[in-house]
């Protein structure tokens, strides 16, 4: 099962916002339709949006009108500006887009047929590599988790965040693969619950035991000592190692170092950004307040009532105890590490 997948000469993927209580497709047969479908969170997660975008950048010179490739690239700008505008925060995004420009304006073509194969076949091969990627980040973090231990998780990571396998939830699949028993705490992830609706879906379909906690009472465990190990993905993660992910990730990291438990994101060296210094430039989506007041539609509070809704906070490099990649495991010193560990 992949998230997203070139299908019928479209992109086709999976509708996350009807999970986990039905799994249907989506086919989109426009660029445009692609970036609508990244900004209202059918596909969400860093990875996954990365490969939808460059599925719409092939789409976009698919159904350009472009007879020449001057053209054809003035076209591929316009779709690469309203994919990357679609959301601002994780950075495989725009990585996705900037990388298939790179590919238009780099590699000599010959016809604009010949383009648009080459950006169809790149796209095809960011979708594979993330898979290949994503078993490598299991291989090299499953060891961090062992027999016996229960490990706290925020969001979805998952497959459905990737193409396939995913990243702090690909390491946990990797572990249990290898055999290790263990237990996982999944926060519900307020307010669009990527926790309990996604990551649930994804352990119940494993076998994986777990149980869904509110956001609120991942101190409750960590007190208890009842969380050895936590496991979170990243959205963006900058030179010094500070890095974006899902709100709520700042807290737990926190209450990681309060009581003496390991705190460690896994992500792609294409979720590192060495362009930014530190957390305070990223950008931070805030969406809709409605998310927050009628989640998925149903109504908490009435609709006057106020609320802010950011998507993302940033977590100081202080906090993490390393950062799992395809590469290997990067250690503080980050500002160090990851430049290695990127080259
Ligand atoms: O708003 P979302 O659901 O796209 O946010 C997802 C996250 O924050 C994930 O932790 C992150 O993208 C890493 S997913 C492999």
Request: aromatic fraction near 6%.
């Amino acid at each position: 099962m992949r998230t997203v997948e070139w299908h019928n000469n479209g992109v086709r993927m999976i509708d996350q916002k009807r999970i986990p209580w039905e799994l249907t497709h989506v086919d989109l047969s426009t660029y445009q339709q692609v970036a609508a479908a990244i900004t209202d969170m059918t596909v969400r997660g860093a990875p996954a949006i990365g490969a939808a975008a460059a599925f719409g950048m092939a789409l976009a010179a698919q159904n350009s009108t472009a007879q020449n490739l001057a053209a054809l690239i003035t076209d591929l700008e316009q779709a690469a500006h309203t994919l990357k505008a679609a959301r601002p925060t994780a950075v495989n995004l725009a990585w996705a887009v900037d990388h298939m420009m790179k590919l238009a304006h780099n590699t000599p073509h010959t016809t604009v047929d010949d383009l648009r194969q080459a950006l169809l076949k790149e796209a095809q091969r960011i979708a594979d590599e993330d898979v290949a990627i994503n078993r490598r980040m299991g291989e090299h973090g499953a060891n961090l988790i062992k027999e016996g231990f229960t490990v706290l998780h925020h969001c979805n990571t998952g497959a459905l965040a990737t193409v396939d396998h995913g990243t702090a939830l690909g390491v946990i699949r990797s572990a249990f693969e290898q055999g290790r028993k263990f237990h996982v705490l999944l926060d519900e992830t307020r307010p669009r619950l990527q926790g309990s609706r996604l990551s649930a879906w994804e352990l119940e379909q494993l076998g994986i035991p777990y149980h869904i906690i509110p956001d609120t009472a991942a101190g409750y465990f960590m007190q208890k000592g009842e969380v050895d190990l936590v496991l979170v993905g990243a959205d963006r993660i900058v030179a010094n190692g500070d890095f974006a992910n899902k709100i709520g990730t700042y807290q737990i990291a926190v209450l990681a170092k309060e009581n003496d438990i390991p705190f460690y994101t896994v992500a792609p060296t294409s979720t590192i950004d060495l362009t930014i210094a530190t957390g305070k430039h990223i950008p931070i989506e805030e969406r809709d307040p409605s998310e927050v007041l009628a989640p998925y539609g149903n109504a908490l509070v009435p609709g006057h009532f106020k609320a802010r809704n950011p998507a993302f906070d940033v977590t100081p490099h202080r906090y993490l105890t390393g950062i799992v990649t395809e590469n290997g495991i990067a250690y503080p010193p980050f500002d160090e590490s990851l430049r290695a560990i990127v080259k």
